[in-house]
């Protein structure tokens, strides 16, 4: 890969012909997101550094499969370092120590729900730490003179929270969450450093996207979850909220190439990224459920402690833009999203079930 970059090519940052590896570094690099952008740009050859924050368990189980140990020094192309979007400095310290070309800003509190507890901590990490990071990169390049440095800012379709279907990269934001108004403040951020710095910054206005990945408490995959676990015999109910809220469900492995294709453009810009399909969570029950041969009716329950606040009632997007700009569209439609995740979540259910069977998991203990 050729590259016009200044700086001295450490041994491992080189591909096999000797050029420098293109340079991304992820925050949020253990979640969904950040586990399907890191396979997709070390296929593309990148060399990829995660942020990742203290936990007191370990917090690497979606990128495990890909972590080769660092003292391979030749092999290891994902490395992680420990770091916070609430700490800017050591956001600006590892700028300035990985030197990488582009930036993509996943780190989130990202469940909705979760941000009506906790909004001040949720305003902290999602707006402040997206301002954070993108001052981390300014007073970088002001410092560095690496100015081709790309930034990109993980935005959400919940900005767009009560404005009526379908929302495109002109519709008014009306957040509806605690969460939504923090990205609706990170967006703002990420338009303002573009405009007032000359940074080249995006937004991806990114609707719902779902994988086996998926953290086990958003919707879609507690269903497929309990579905998995219903059909083997582990649990016989799933207690659910509102079920007539429609989402734009897509495939997050489809996603994460269109965060990368915003930043191979020429200018920076912000982008819907979207199915245009709705579905309710009951029709997504129906397949599920469906799917294995059960009737989703015997098992849901419904429990008001997982309604909301305020609720976004309709998300449907017109991602027109991103495929003609871009030329992204969607591989993974919703049957087949759903019956993916259903498939895995079988396979999950059966391997715990052995572990039932053999006294060393509890079968009342639901995900
Ligand atoms: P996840 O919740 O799966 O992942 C969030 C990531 O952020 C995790 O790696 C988490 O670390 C990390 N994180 C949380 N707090 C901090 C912090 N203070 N400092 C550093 N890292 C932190 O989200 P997704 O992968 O689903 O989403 C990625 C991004 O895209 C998020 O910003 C989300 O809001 C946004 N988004 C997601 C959509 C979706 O449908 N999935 C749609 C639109 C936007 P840890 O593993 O330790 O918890
Ligand atoms: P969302 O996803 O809020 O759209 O945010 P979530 O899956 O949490 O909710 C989708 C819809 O399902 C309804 N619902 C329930 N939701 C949860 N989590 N648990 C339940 O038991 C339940 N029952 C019904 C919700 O009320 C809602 O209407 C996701 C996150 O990934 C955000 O970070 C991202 O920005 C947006 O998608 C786009």
Redesign the pocket.
Known sequence: MASNRSESIPADAADSNGDRRKVALI????????SYLTEFLLDKGYEVHG???R?SNF?TQRVNHIYIDPHNVHKARMKLHY????DASSLRRWLDTILPDEVYN??????VAVSFEIPDYTAD??AT?ALRLLEAVRSHISATGRSHIRYYQ????EMFGSTPPPQSETTPFHPRSPYAVS?CAAHWYTVNYREAYGIFACNGI?????SPR??ENFVTRKITRAVGRIKIGLQSKLFLGNLQASRDWGF?GDYVEAMWMMLQQEKPDDYVVATEESHTVEEFLEVAFGYVGLNWKDHVVIDKRYFRPTEVDNLKGDSSKARNVLGWKPRVGFEQLVKMMVDEDVELAKREKVLVDAGYMDAQQQP
């Open positions: 925050t949020g690099i253990t979640g969904q997101d950040g942020l990742i924050r936990s917090n770091a916070d979007v609430t996943l780190a989130a509190q990202s469940h990490v999602v730490g993980a935005g959400s379709s990205k990114l609707f719902n996207h779902e998926r953290g997050a």
